[in-house]
């Protein structure tokens, strides 16, 4: 009872085939390679923010209700 052997991975790969079909997993095949290749390059371009905006380690948050209240 150990892990699956290639034919049993032969077999749901040809499942899987004959329920999803060639084309609609090529499509979803190129999503999720352009979303991948999209996070790398937002990663890449993580330093490109506006001037105006907190950065993550500042660790700033406003609440808005509470700011709200202060000035009442």
Do not use: C, Y
């Amino acid at each position: 009872m150990g892990g699956l052997s290639i034919w049993h991975w032969l077999i749901v790969l040809v499942i899987v085939l004959l329920v999803f079909g060639t084309k609609k997993l090529k499509n979803m095949g190129e999503d999720l390679g352009g979303a991948v290749k999209g996070f790398k390059q937002g990663m890449k371009d993580g330093s490109d923010l506006p001037a105006d905006m907190p950065k993550v380690a500042d660790r700033t948050t406003i609440d808005v209700e509470a700011r709200d209240r202060t000035r009442t």
